[in-house]
């Protein structure tokens, strides 16, 4: 019914940056919060970034001051602006999206994520 694609991962030398980039199709009426989590090998997948409809946002410690959600409600789509990278960064980036569909019904819907790796 609803998908979420991402894009923008890579393979980036600390200090860089990179834009990832999450779109939702479907029978979508409404999209709510939307966000990015990241897992790393080993590693339980975290929140890094949440922004509202209303454009609401916060974000994990870690990611304070380097990295800033955005969205284009326009365009169903989620970004996520990565600057000043570390190596523990690396790891996979999910999207994630509370979308009430054309049925009305409420799904929690994720990506199938995108890779970041830093390089140091």
């Known amino acids: 019914q609803v998908q979420l694609v991402e894009s923008g991962g890579g393979l980036v030398q600390a200090g860089g940056s990179l834009r990832l980039s999450c779109v939702a199709s479907g029978s979508i009426f409404r999209i709510n919060a939307m966000g990015w989590y990241c897992q790393a090998p080993g590693k339980q997948r975290e929140l890094v970034a949440l922004i509202t409809s209303g454009g609401g946002s916060n974000y ?24 000043s990278l570390e190596s523990e960064d690396t790891a996979v980036y999910y999207c994630n999206a509370d979308i009430t569909t054309t ?3 409420s799904l929690r819907t994720w990506g199938k994520g995108t890779q970041v790796t830093v390089s140091s």
């Open 103 to 105: 049925a009305r019904v």
């Open 60 to 83: 994990a410690d870690s990611v304070k001051g380097r990295f800033t959600i955005s969205r284009d409600n326009a365009k169903n789509t989620v970004y996520l602006q990565m600057n």
